[in-house]
């Protein structure tokens, strides 16, 4: 779809290209049951559990969107919640069996989209590592 009239910036079109992304994402983990958003909170547990701050903190997220992205994992048997050894205040969210499979299949998933994506060429990419990196930066 070519950028319309009413489209206000690089920012407003950075939204939609991620919802447009999320899209692609979910038609490949369609098989999974996954959302886009499930899917990247199995990759961010898949090196090791995190507190619920840490979740909300890596995937720029709200509590109340958290919340809700580890309830429906844990509902069908994806991640765990534990208390937190070094700090009984918080929880600790990690992948469980099932959720590190999903992981496995997701990243797959990842990796196709990433290869469509790809496909707008070299500098494309580029130019949105440099702006990851940027925005990074002003976080």
């Known amino acids: 779809m070519a950028a319309s009239k009413s489209m206000v910036g690089l920012t407003a079109g950075l939204l939609v290209g991620g919802h447009k992304a999320a899209r692609l994402l979910e038609?490949?983990?369609?098989?999974?049951?996954?959302?886009?958003?499930?899917a990247v909170l199995?990759?961010?547990?898949?090196?090791?559990?995190?507190?619920?701050?840490?979740?909300?903190?890596?995937?720029h997220i709200g509590a109340s969107t958290a919340t809700s992205l580890v309830s429906r994992l844990e509902k069908d048997g994806h991640v765990r919640r534990s208390r937190n050894p070094a700090d009984g205040r918080s929880l600790l969210v990690a992948n469980t069996a099932s959720g590190d499979a999903l992981c496995k299949a997701a990243e797959a998933a990842f990796k196709r989209v990433d290869a469509k994506l790809a496909e707008a060429g070299r500098d494309a990419v580029r130019g949105h590592t440099a702006l990851m990196k940027r925005l990074a930066d002003l976080s």
């Open 42 to 59: 199995l990759s961010a547990l898949a090196p090791g559990p995190m507190t619920m701050t840490g979740v909300m903190s890596t995937l």
């Open 27 to 38: 038609a490949e983990l369609e098989a999974t049951g996954l959302s886009a958003g499930e």
